[in-house]
């Protein structure tokens, strides 16, 4: 199964040689889904000393993982400061859970330098201003408590941040230091390699058919062969199928489009986003812009799933550019793909045991470099039992299933005229909306 036409497949480094699964074998740990997360549990259970398979049923990346715009986000969603994280979850796995997302931009960048991954990786920060006055004063008042959680934020008024990113219609808000960006396929590519290295085995072209109990554990099976596992972890997210309806009940499928302009001169870089700083808003439909390592604007987001929608996005995004950056050139949408991530009702990521020895995990809800990252850490040290399950970042419990999860799909798209609407009014309470 190839990779779609993207510009982070024009410019990562070739995926290593990661041959289909054949034959009968064992495993202490059956992975199953070779994106970020399914990639970093492997590589550190694998160093605690576990017998890893990662079965992939394209290529290491080939999901949301390989596909997004590559932002290294040491945060949940924009609405899921440290407060409304303990509401949900209470306070001792709140704490624990901030202070995983707090420490992983750290974790992703570490990694590529102990790996001597060739990701374009930058550790420049990462900008997340106010689209309004109100969202610019929420941020200020969650600054301490993102301090108090370990992550290593200041608060930039709205003169310093327009000075930051050249972006004159953005408010104040935060610079998170640990932040910064990446090309997410060959940082997936580079992560698969790592594995390989620490002695797990990855294999793609791999579709999983069945999983079934098999004496104190599990006996996955591919066309060509089949593994008997103590234990079965799923990191499918939104590409987990028919395999565990389960699985699919619990989130929201979201397709998201990536655009990437023409190249730019220095002229424009030296002015917008001078520091390399990736910008994400507060919008309920964010706005994102960021540099390539080959000097191209990069944004993306929903599109309505209307005729020509690819068409639509294309020019929508660009368009948005030009809103939001004044005084560029004509744009061209050099580069447009997409990918489905995998959203959850609350935002938030999810531990799931599915049977005893079978379990999933979920929900990165589009900070998937980051948190994938350092939740898969966290999960290899669940796997392998150095970790126990009290002790774990998220609570580890059944599948919730999303109300009318067959249509759960096209509930974003219901919201999405709603939330532009409401961002609107936000960034101009003063003036008619006009959409």
């Known amino acids: 199964m190839s990779l779609p036409p993207s510009l982070w497949a024009e410019l990562a480094p070739p995926a290593p040689a990661c041959p289909p699964l054949e034959g009968e074998t064992q495993a202490d740990l059956v992975i199953i889904g070779a994106g970020f997360l399914g990639l970093s549990t492997a590589l ?16 290491p990346g080939f999901g949301a993982s390989g596909r997004n715009t590559g932002f290294v986000v040491p945060s949940l969603k924009s609405g899921l400061g440290p407060a409304e994280t303990r509401a949900l979850l209470g306070d001792t796995h709140a704490d624990r859970l901030l202070r995983l997302v707090a420490g992983s ?21 990462w900008l997340q201003p106010g689209h309004s006055a109100e969202a610019e004063k929420r941020l200020l008042l969650r600054l301490p408590d993102l301090r108090d959680s370990g992550v290593d934020a200041a608060f930039l008024d709205r003169d ?40 797990a085995r990855v294999h793609g072209e791999t579709a999983v058919t069945a999983m079934t109990p098999q004496g104190k554990g599990w006996r996955v099976t591919s066309a060509k062969g089949q593994i008997d596992a103590r234990q079965v972890l799923l990191t499918t997210n939104a590409m987990v199928g028919v395999l565990c309806p389960r699985m ?84 061209e949408a050099e580069y447009l793909w997409s990918g489905t991530i995998a959203a959850t009702l609350d935002a938030l990521p999810r531990m799931i045991r599915l049977e005893p020895g079978l379990y999933g995990a979920i929900g990165c809800n589009g900070r998937g470099v980051a948190l994938a990252t350092a ?48 961002d609107h009014i936000d960034a101009h309470p003063n003036r008619k909306a006009n959409t």
């Open 105 to 125: 931009g750290d974790a992703v960048f570490d990694l590529i330098a102990q790996h001597g991954i060739k990701a374009a990786a930058t550790r420049s920060g």
């Open 375 to 422: 939740l898969g850490r966290a999960i290899a040290g669940l796997m392998s039992g150095r970790t126990a399950e009290a002790d774990f970042p998220l609570p580890v419990t059944p599948p919730r299933v999303v109300p009318f999860s067959r249509l759960s799909g096209l509930g974003p798209y219901l919201w999405l005229p709603w939330s532009e609407l409401r």
């Open 248 to 331: 699919r009940q619990s989130i929201i499928p979201v397709k998201v489009y990536q655009v990437a302009t023409q190249p730019l001169p220095a002229e424009i870089r030296a002015r917008l986003l001078p520091d390399g700083a990736p910008v994400a808003d507060t919008r309920r439909h964010t706005f994102a812009l960021r540099w390539s390592e080959d000097h191209r604007l990069l944004t993306g987001g929903m599109a309505l799933p209307l005729p020509g929608r690819a068409h639509r996005a294309r020019r929508r995004f660009i368009a948005r550019i030009a809103g939001f950056a004044p005084d560029l050139p004509p744009l």
């Open 160 to 199: 310093e941040m327009r000075a930051r990113t050249g972006l004159p219609g953005l408010h104040g808000g935060l610079r998170v230091a640990s932040g910064g960006q990446l090309n997410p396929l060959a940082y997936a590519r580079g992560l698969a390699r790592a594995v390989i290295a620490a002695g």
């Open 44 to 59: 550190h259970a694998a160093q605690a000393g576990l017998d890893v398979r990662l079965l992939e049923a394209a290529q």
